[in-house]
């Protein structure tokens, strides 16, 4: 049976093989599906359901002046994105493709009136796009932890970006406290098109 | 997936080639079904999406409230491809039990309007919060993660719409809770109708690996 399809090599008769060879030929064709099947189950199970993610954290209330928040704890990395000791600031895209940005922070109110807090998910080197930011008017409410968050459902991301959560005073200066916060980074997709 | 090697004939009994045929045929299809299955299930994350079909009312002055079903509110369920029967914020269902450890995108958008006086530029709060078990208190829990969003009313008439997400690991000691807070003197505060809530699992938590 020399007939061989071009891509997965499933063998198939041609017009000089002898009908009482039916049994061997249906056999060579069914273990070559076979061997098909396996490869595509083996390789479905090896990579479902898991996708490039990584959430870092602000677990312990930090002090933070215009600048990147740095993280002490990594929730998830699902695809080494994170180094937390030698860069407590940064997840660094590991697999291109097109993610998902999200960021929070929880912090303390100022004392004297309104002015506005923003959060940056700061994006190296930059998207086109441009970076998501959040900014909220807080009028300095007493015994309010105010939250910010800020969300980017898609962005197409190269390895190699580093990806960072920058808060920003609008009219205030001085430190404040970070009480908590988290930056978050998910992979969705790997083309444009499907 | 139980997998079960295609067959072949085991003798040169050629009347039954249709019977032999119709064999692979139904044998070739079960392999192709569980692989489809397997590609629509990465394809599709489990995902829940509910909304409230009753104003959620009487929010207190500076209390947390829930404003999910948790909160007795009525919600409906538009979408849900998990099996899952409960809601989202049900800590009696186990909802984080069911779908398993891993990442998860949870999302929340709320309408607040004073269900009197408006005490103007007071702070609405948006609060996705994940309580988790706490091992110093039996039968305790603390709050572990959360996404929130201050607004600040300016008294337009219209209520203050916010949206909040959060993005975090969840494992089954963890219990989803879907809050507002606020600052208005002048009365309670409502959760008009049609508060959304969804969550999405992104990933388990497993490494992943390139083939």
Not at chain 2, 26 to 50: D, F, K, V, W, Y
Not at chain 2, 76 to 102: C, E, K, M, R, V
Request: charged share 15%; with cysteine.
């Amino acid at each position: 049976m020399p007939n061989l399809t071009p891509n997965m090599l499933l063998p198939y008769p041609n017009g000089l093989d002898a009908p009482c060879d039916f049994d061997v030929q249906w056999c060579e064709f069914t273990s070559a599906i076979d061997a098909v099947f396996d490869r595509f189950e083996g390789a479905l199970a090896r990579t479902y359901p898991a996708v490039p993610a990584a959430i870092l954290q602000v677990t312990t209330p930090v002090p933070v002046s215009n600048n990147i928040i740095p993280f002490d704890t990594v929730a998830i990395d699902t695809a080494d994105m994170t180094d937390i000791d030698a860069d407590p600031y940064t997840i660094t895209i590991k697999v291109a493709g097109r993610y998902t940005l999200g960021g929070y922070t929880g912090e303390q109110t100022v004392i004297g009136g309104p002015y506005t807090p923003s959060i940056i998910i700061n994006v190296t080197p930059s998207d086109p796009l441009g970076a998501p930011q959040s900014t909220i008017l807080d009028f300095g409410t007493l015994n309010i932890n105010f939250g910010n968050n800020v969300h980017w459902e898609v962005m197409t991301l190269a390895v190699g970006t580093r990806v960072r959560l920058i808060t920003q005073n609008g009219g205030v200066s001085g430190f404040r406290s970070i009480d908590e916060a988290w930056l978050a980074v998910y992979w969705h997709a790997d083309q444009e098109l499907p | 997936m139980t997998v079960t090697d295609l067959s072949c004939p085991t003798g040169e009994n050629y009347a039954a080639i249709a019977l032999q045929m119709q064999e692979t045929a139904l044998e070739t299809e079960s392999r192709l079904i569980g692989l489809e299955q397997m590609l629509r299930a990465a394809n599709n994350r489990p995902t829940i999406l509910q909304v409230s079909t009753a104003a959620i009312t009487g929010l207190l002055l500076n209390v947390e409230g829930n404003i999910g079903p948790l909160g007795g509110g009525a919600f409906s369920t538009p979408f849900n491809n998990t099996g899952y029967a409960g809601n989202i914020d049900d800590p009696s269902q186990g909802l984080t039990t069911y779908l398993g450890d891993g990442m998860y995108e949870i999302g929340l958008y709320a309408n607040l309007v004073a269900s009197g006086a408006v005490t103007d530029n007071t702070y609405r709060m948006f609060t996705i919060a994940i309580d988790t078990l706490d091992p110093t208190v039996v039968g305790g829990f603390r709050r572990r993660v959360k996404g929130e969003l201050t607004l600040y009313e300016t008294n337009t008439g219209v209520g203050t719409d916010g949206v909040a997400t959060l993005e975090t690991r969840l494992t089954s000691q963890d219990q989803i809770r879907i809050l507002a807070k606020h600052g208005n003197t002048g009365s309670s505060v409502n959760a008009s109708i049609g508060t959304w809530i969804w969550i999405s699992k992104v990933s388990t938590p497993d490494a992943v690996v390139v083939v």
